[in-house]
């Protein structure tokens, strides 16, 4: 089972900030979880089309348009007051971070109330341990 979110009127607003637009950062979303009911993800993983080395301690696999670092094995998660207000590497990280506190919950209430609807209460899907 796969949800997908991408808030248009919001995507259309950050695409009027020039930081945002020049590194092409699109605020999408998605979560996947296997579709029989019961069965169980060994390792969750963070995606960004394709797999990051990052596990995760969710029942699902996450989907995003993460700012992912060039090794394509970690995301930008530095937010030191280091980094200049428009360096690459701040707007990076705080997008990410965005990503986490915005976009991810959004998609994953969205995803646990469909999966209610599809197939009953299945605690198992919610991201706690």
């Avoid at 009027?16 to 019961?38: C, F, Q, R, Y």
Wanted: with cysteine; glycine share 6%; proline share 6%.
């Amino acid at each position: 089972m796969v949800g997908n979110v991408l808030t248009a009127h919001e995507y259309m607003a950050e695409q009027t900030d020039g930081d945002l637009k020049n590194h092409k950062l699109i605020p999408w979303v998605g979560i996947a979880a296997p579709s029989e009911p019961g069965t169980k993800i060994d390792s969750s993983r963070l995606f960004c089309f394709l797999p990051i080395g990052i596990k995760l301690p969710f029942p699902v696999h996450i989907n995003g348009h993460f700012a992912v670092k060039q090794s394509r094995r970690e995301i930008w998660a530095d937010q030191d007051d280091v980094f200049a207000r428009h360096a690459a590497a701040y707007i990076k990280s705080v997008w990410n971070f965005h990503l986490f506190e915005t976009h991810i919950p959004e998609v994953y209430a969205k995803f646990l109330t469909s999966l209610g609807l599809a197939r009953g209460a299945n605690y198992d899907m919610w991201p706690i341990s």
